[in-house]
């Protein structure tokens, strides 16, 4: 597989993960305020939020730097008439092949953070699960599930 043909997705879905990692760290803040209430209320061993707190300030910079810039930089997706590739992962690197055949129902969806942003998710099922091509723009995410679409050979019923 040469990279050179496999497609990004849009820039936007950096922000749009930061955004997620945002979302994260709030999560992390109530954590760590309600240990510290337990641990005060409860008399809790002082450790116990340290390392909450310890582990919370090293993710930050990976929720909300790291992590969206590499996943951006990684992630690739290629659709052709016999098949779709997918190229992802950080840690562990993972190539899939679905081939058109095997495509079984095909659609996009929106959630209120890729909303924000005007991007779209692209998912395809086969028989064993179903796959995603996340943060994609309208017109990439209509052209990609129409060419899934046709070249699947998809009645309406199943798109």
């Known amino acids: 597989m040469n990279n050179t043909d ?11 993960r930061k955004l997620e990692g ?11 305020l309600a240990l510290i209430y337990c641990t005060f209320a409860f008399q809790w061993p002082k450790w116990i939020v340290m390392l909450i707190t310890g582990i919370m300030i090293v993710s930050i910079p990976f929720e909300l730097y790291w992590i969206p810039m590499w996943k951006y930089r990684i992630w690739r997706y290629k659709v052709n008439e016999t098949s779709i590739q997918i190229q992802k992962g950080i840690l562990f690197k993972k190539k899939i092949l679905i081939p ?12 209120p953070i890729l909303k924000k942003y005007g991007l779209y998710t692209v998912t395809f099922a086969t028989a064993v699960g179903s796959h995603d091509i996340p943060g994609l723009n309208e017109e990439s995410a209509n052209s990609i599930r129409r060419e899934i679409e046709i070249n699947a050979r998809l009645d309406d019923e199943q798109v």
Not at 6 to 16: S, Y
Not at 22 to 32: G, L, R
Not at 102 to 110: D, E, F, L, R, T
Request: charged share 20%; glycine share 8%; net charge positive.
């Open 100 to 111: 058109m055949g095997k495509v079984q129902h095909v659609g996009a969806k929106q959630g």
């Open 6 to 16: 496999f497609l990004r997705l849009d820039e936007k879905v950096i922000a749009a």
């Open 22 to 32: 945002i979302i994260s760290a709030c999560v992390y803040a109530a954590i760590v």
